[in-house]
C-alpha cells in the first residue's frame, strides 16, 4: 500500500465520486438552456396583444361546376382557364334554333287568345247592337204580314174563293215567320247583355295557359345561356364548342372567391372565446406584414377529431370546432388554400355573424 503523502495516491472514494460532481453542474446547465429555449418557444407562440387567439387555417377552397339545363350543341365558349369572372357574365351558349321557334309559336297562340279574351270582356259593339235591331224589326214586319194574309185567306175560304192549299200555304209561312222573329227577338236580346260570364272565364283560363306556355319557352330559350353563378376563377373547361351539353353535365370549374373565408379550428377549451361577429386579422406567410381586415362569420356547433392538416398548438388528440372567418381581399393577394394566421380580438363580438362587406374600408386592420 502506497503512504498516504503520495501525490499520485487517490483514494478509491473519491476517484468514483469525482464523475458525479462533474456531471451536477452539467445537468443544471442543460437544463437552463432547455428553459431559456422553451421560453423563446412560448414568446413566440405568445407574440400577439393580450386576451387576443391566434388560430392557423387555409383560405377555404369551393367550386362551383355550372352546367347547362336543357340539351343542345355547345356553339360558343367565352371565357378560358385563369380567366377572371363576375356574377352573371355570359360564359357560354348553346345551339337555340328550335328553343327561338317554340317561343314565337307560343307567343303567337298567347296573342291569339289574347284577342278572343279581350272581345269576350269588351261586349258587343253598338254596331252588332244596331244590326240586330234591324234584323228583328224586319222579321218582325214579315212575320205581322203573313200574319194578315193568313188571316184574309180564313176569310175567303167559306166562298171558295180561296182553296184549302191556299189557307195551308199562308198558315205555313205565318208559323215559319213567327219562329224568324222569335229567334231575331233573342239574338238582339243576347247582343244587348253581351257574353256569358263563363265565356269570359274559359277564355281567360285558355288564355293563362298560353301564357304559361311562353314563359315555359322562354326559360327554355333562356337556358341556351350559361351564365356565370358568382364571382370567381376558372380553374378548367370541361367542354369545348361542338360538343353535346346535357343537364347535369359541367362545362366549366370556377374556383369562387366571394365570399372569401379562411377555415380555422380552435381547441375545446378556447371555443368559448369565439362569437360571430368579432374582429380578427389574417396574416399569411406570402405577404409579411400585410394585415388584411376579417370577421369571425361562422362557429361550429359540433365538435370533431383535429384534421392531420390542422396545425395548433395543442395536442392533435383534442377535440377541436371549425371556424369560418370572412376576410376582405381588396388587393386580390390572397389565394384559395394559401395558409394562413388569424388573430382574433374578443372584445369586439357584436352578437351576430357580420357578412365580409369590405367597399370603402382599409384593407389592412392593424393591432392596436
Known amino acids: 500500500?502506497?503512504?498516504?503523502?503520495?501525490?499520485?495516491?487517490?483514494?478509491?472514494?473519491?476517484?468514483?465520486?469525482?464523475?458525479?460532481?462533474?456531471?451536477?453542474?452539467?445537468?443544471?446547465?442543460?437544463?437552463?438552456?432547455?428553459?431559456?429555449?422553451?421560453?423563446?418557444?412560448?414568446?413566440?407562440?405568445?407574440?400577439?396583444?393580450?386576451?387576443?387567439?391566434?388560430?392557423?387555417?387555409?383560405?377555404?377552397?369551393?367550386?362551383?361546376?355550372?352546367?347547362?339545363?336543357?340539351?343542345?350543341?355547345?356553339t360558343q365558349m367565352q371565357v378560358s382557364e385563369g380567366s377572371l369572372v363576375k356574377k352573371g357574365d355570359l360564359i357560354a351558349t348553346l345551339d337555340d334554333t328550335r328553343y327561338a321557334a317554340r317561343l314565337k309559336q307560343a307567343q303567337q297562340q298567347a296573342d291569339n287568345l289574347q284577342a278572343v279574351l279581350?272581345?269576350?270582356?269588351?261586349?258587343?259593339?253598338?254596331?252588332?247592337?244596331?244590326?240586330?235591331?234591324?234584323?228583328?224589326?224586319?222579321?218582325?214586319?214579315?212575320?205581322?204580314?203573313?200574319?194578315?194574309?193568313?188571316?184574309?185567306?180564313?176569310?175567303?175560304?167559306?166562298?171558295?174563293?180561296?182553296?184549302?192549299?191556299?189557307?195551308?200555304?199562308?198558315?205555313?209561312?205565318?208559323?215559319?215567320?213567327?219562329?224568324?222573329?222569335?229567334?231575331?227577338?233573342?239574338t238582339y236580346l243576347l247582343t244587348v247583355r253581351g257574353p256569358r260570364a263563363e265565356d269570359i272565364q274559359a277564355a281567360r283560363a285558355a288564355h293563362e295557359a298560353a301564357v304559361a306556355a311562353v314563359t315555359e319557352a322562354e326559360r327554355e330559350f333562356a337556358d341556351t345561356r350559361l351564365y356565370a353563378p358568382e364571382e370567381g376563377v376558372v380553374e378548367d373547361r370541361i367542354l369545348e364548342p361542338g360538343d353535346m351539353a346535357s343537364p347535369g353535365t359541367p362545362v366549366y370549374t370556377i374556383a369562387l372567391t366571394q365570399p372569401l373565408w379562411v377555415r380555422a379550428y380552435v381547441p375545446e377549451t378556447h371555443v368559448g372565446k369565439l362569437a360571430p361577429g368579432m374582429l380578427a386579422t389574417v396574416t399569411t406567410d406570402s405577404f409579411p406584414g400585410r394585415h388584411y381586415r376579417a370577421w369571425v362569420g361562422y362557429v361550429s356547433p359540433t365538435a370533431e377529431f383535429t384534421p392531420q392538416t390542422v396545425e395548433t398548438t395543442d395536442l392533435r388528440t383534442r377535440l377541436v370546432y371549425q371556424v369560418r372567418i370572412y376576410v376582405c381581399n381588396a388587393r386580390n393577394e390572397l389565394r384559395l388554400g394559401m395558409p394562413a394566421t388569424i388573430t382574433v380580438n374578443p372584445s369586439t363580438s357584436t352578437g351576430k355573424a357580420m357578412p365580409p362587406d369590405c367597399s370603402g374600408a382599409r384593407n389592412a386592420l392593424l393591432h392596436p
Open 118 to 186: 279581350d272581345r269576350l270582356v269588351h261586349g258587343s259593339r253598338p254596331e252588332e247592337i244596331a244590326q240586330a235591331r234591324a234584323t228583328m224589326k224586319s222579321l218582325r214586319a214579315l212575320y205581322e204580314n203573313n200574319r194578315i194574309l193568313y188571316k184574309r185567306t180564313l176569310a175567303l175560304l167559306p166562298n171558295g174563293a180561296a182553296s184549302t192549299e191556299d189557307r195551308d200555304n199562308a198558315q205555313t209561312q205565318l208559323k215559319t215567320s213567327r219562329e224568324n222573329y222569335e229567334a231575331a227577338r233573342q
Open 1 to 74: 500500500m502506497r503512504p498516504l503523502h503520495c501525490p499520485q495516491y487517490r483514494h478509491p472514494r473519491r476517484t468514483e465520486m469525482m464523475p458525479r460532481r462533474r456531471l451536477i453542474p452539467l445537468l443544471l446547465t442543460i437544463t437552463l438552456v432547455a428553459g431559456l429555449g422553451w421560453a423563446g418557444i412560448h414568446y413566440l407562440e405568445s407574440d400577439t396583444p393580450t386576451g387576443y387567439l391566434t388560430l392557423y387555417g387555409n383560405v377555404d377552397i369551393r367550386e362551383a361546376q355550372p352546367a347547362f339545363n336543357d340539351t343542345g350543341v355547345i
